[in-house]
């Protein structure tokens, strides 16, 4: 089997700061997403990627820029963190773009002072 | 666009009642792909069921959906909720990208 790491756990940061997250799987996937989960709204696709230096923007993707450095990892940029904003951002891979399962890392866990 | 509708952001019942969850979609596709994750408490959402079949009952861990195309649903079900069903299910619909609900926190209790 293989694992999806996702760093750091929890960020906190400023208004206005830029923050980076990043993700790493060992599944040889080839498709990577990223998606924000916010209470009572579900998880919203901010960006994803079917290959290395692919990028696909997904609902919501203002505010956000993302990079796929090569086909293991794939990395979130928040451009300009928004006060009293709280969220956790999900990393997840799939083999494709089809109907296979995505497989989850375990978060990052995002505050913003 | 694509949608998935869950109606219920919350549901309680006691351990050993039936378990429905309510799922609808709204798609341009003839053939859609229908998912249900499960996300426990400090856990990552992980896959709990997938069909494509219309009017085919789909089967994992006690749980059973079945599409169904003509009513554009697949609600989740359970004969017997146990206190370890208590998460937060999200039903999703594969149309070019994956779309998920808003998610139902089911919350069993003795």
């Known amino acids: 089997g293989g694992i999806i790491t996702q760093t750091p756990k929890f960020l906190i940061g400023q208004e206005g700061q830029k923050l980076t997250l990043k993700c790493q799987q060992n599944?040889?996937?080839?498709?990577m997403y990223w998606y924000r989960q916010d209470s009572g709204k579900g998880l919203r696709l901010i960006y994803y990627?079917?290959?290395?230096?692919?990028?696909q923007k997904g609902d919501l993707s203002e505010g956000y820029d993302a990079s796929r450095e090569k086909k293991s990892s794939f990395s979130l940029t928040v451009t300009s963190a928004q006060k009293n904003e709280m969220a956790v951002f999900l990393c997840?891979?799939?083999?494709?773009?089809?109907?296979?399962?995505?497989?989850f890392g375990h978060g990052t866990k995002l505050s913003v002072l | 666009g694509d949608s998935v509708t869950q109606t219920e952001g919350l549901v309680t019942l006691t351990e050993g009642l039936p378990v429905m969850l309510n799922c609808t979609y709204q798609?341009?596709?003839?053939?859609?792909?229908l998912f249900w994750y499960v996300q426990h408490l400090n856990e990552s959402p992980r896959l709990l069921l997938k069909?494509?079949?219309?009017?085919k009952r789909t089967e994992h861990q006690g749980f059973h959906a079945t599409l169904h195309k003509s009513s554009s649903s697949f609600h989740l079900q359970k004969s017997s909720a146990q206190l370890s069903d208590s998460a937060l299910y999200y039903c999703?619909?594969?149309?070019?990208?994956?779309?998920f609900g808003t998610g139902t926190s089911l919350l069993v209790d003795p």
């Open positions: 069909s494509f079949t219309d009017n």
């Open positions: 599944f040889n996937h080839d498709t």
């Open positions: 990627s079917i290959t290395e230096n692919d990028l």
């Open positions: 999703a619909h594969m149309g070019y990208k994956l779309t």
């Open positions: 997840a891979s799939s083999s494709g773009t089809g109907a296979e399962r995505l497989f």
């Open positions: 798609t341009i596709y003839s053939n859609p792909f």
